[in-house]
């Protein structure tokens, strides 16, 4: 039981170019997040899934892309990186939305020169 | 506007002296405040959950209290190994996202 797996564990990118962060857990469970932290900040959601095939936008989503086709993976997807995206990525699953806490993964810091 | 504000930033303490870190929210309708704790590269680890004013919660040194406008986590006779971020979330009724506080850096001093 591996719980909340996120690679790669580090990443520089240049400006524009774009990547995917993977996320997989094996928990089972429904509810799948990605968060950002940056410094002086709290963790900000970015997206969110409620279940295979159903997505939506936290609260900072620009510049990201998800989709959800399977309950185990959610992968984020940087279209065009950017400076502003320099940060350390948290993946996060828990069985229900809200009620219940959350299992994060070990994080990918990203530095976009 | 929902918010989350944690105190102090960072807090040092020697070996055995107890000490507490506070969570302050306000949202409108509270439905469960979370405690992390994060180590250096690391992603948070749950510590607990607390869903009514007046819960408490026990692990080991550490204690989390709640009132209606505040959380506590109170950490007595701290070892070193409980350095680390910790970090409170909130989630409010009819919300659909945690809202996280900065956190407050412990250092246990041996």
């Known amino acids: 039981n591996a719980g909340v797996t996120q690679t790669p564990k580090f990443q520089v990118l240049k400006t524009g170019q774009s990547m995917t962060l993977q996320c997989a857990q094996d928990m089972n469970h429904e509810y799948m997040s990605w968060y950002r932290q940056d410094p002086g900040m709290g963790l900000r959601l970015i997206h969110y899934?409620?279940?295979?095939?159903?997505?939506d936008q936290g609260e900072v989503p620009n510049g990201y892309n998800v989709s959800r086709s399977t309950t185990e993976d959610f992968p984020l997807r940087l279209l065009s990186a950017a400076p502003s995206q320099t940060s350390v990525y948290f993946c996060?699953?828990?069985?229900?939305?809200?009620?219940?806490?959350?299992?994060f993964g070990q994080g990918t810091r990203l530095t976009v020169v | 506007e929902d918010q989350v504000t944690q105190s102090p930033e960072a807090l040092r303490l020697q070996e055995g002296e107890s000490s507490s870190l506070n969570c302050s929210y306000t949202v409108s309708g509270l439905r469960g405040l979370f405690w992390y704790r994060q180590d250096p590269g690391k992603g948070p680890e749950f510590l607990f959950t607390l869903y009514s004013a007046g819960e408490e919660k026990e692990k080991e040194r550490l204690k989390a209290t709640l009132t209606k406008k505040e959380s506590f986590l109170h950490i007595t006779a701290p070892k070193p190994e409980d350095s680390a971020t910790y970090l409170c979330a909130v989630w409010k009724e009819g919300g659909n996202q945690f809202y996280f506080g900065t956190g407050t850096s412990l250092t246990v001093i041996p």
């Open positions: 996060a699953s828990s069985y229900s939305w809200g009620s219940t806490e959350a299992f």
């Open positions: 899934s409620v279940g295979a095939g159903i997505t």
